[in-house]
């Protein structure tokens, strides 16, 4: 029940962090490749390598919270290698030459061999196990790879990781009074 809450939760706030972009998007008329940019510098978020430092902090090592943050951080990884990947690259190779393009990526195979792996019980080699950075970088990563306005996705990812110490000040203390 709670994994679908929070599932049901970060499909409703995709969907309207989504809804906001292309709004401000078509309101202000921005090119294919800025819109694509900006979608992806909104949309993708750092739940990885600030997620959980922080989920630790402000929660105590509360393992159910952690629990939590990991189905947050495995959402936003196939937010960013699905919806992600098809955004940036259906502005320059439109929305065909992306989907073919997406299903020739070996991030798809990979996901696809990990769940049917997961499935099967099938225990992966200890040495195959890289460490995976997830961050909001991959946004600007995107924006660079198919060229939709790169400066603009870097320039994102600079003001809101500067912001973020005053917005994870904020919500760590916020969590200190609701979760003592």
């Keep these: 029940m709670l994994l679908l809450q929070v599932v049901g939760f970060l499909l409703i706030q995709f969907a309207l962090l989504l809804l906001l972009t292309e709004t401000i998007g078509r309101l202000f008329r921005f090119s294919k490749g800025f819109s694509a940019s900006f979608s992806n510098s909104v949309v993708l978020t750092n739940n990885g390598n600030i997620g959980i430092p922080v989920n630790d902090l402000a929660f105590r090592h509360d393992p159910l919270a952690m629990s939590i943050q990991i189905v947050v951080v495995v959402f936003e990884i196939l937010v960013t290698f699905t919806f992600g990947l098809l955004k940036a690259s259906a502005a320059t190779k439109g929305l ?64 809101s990781t500067l912001l973020s110490t005053i917005t994870l000040t904020f919500c760590i203390s916020l969590a200190s009074v609701f979760f003592p």
């Design 96 to 159: 065909r030459g992306s989907i073919r393009h997406f299903f020739r990526l070996p991030v798809l195979h990979a996901i696809l061999l990990g769940l049917l792996c997961n499935l099967m019980q099938i225990r992966v080699p200890d040495f195959l196990w890289v460490p995976a950075k997830q961050a909001a970088r991959n946004s600007a990563s995107l924006a660079l790879e198919y060229n939709n306005e790169p400066e603009f996705a870097a320039q994102a990812v600079l003001v």
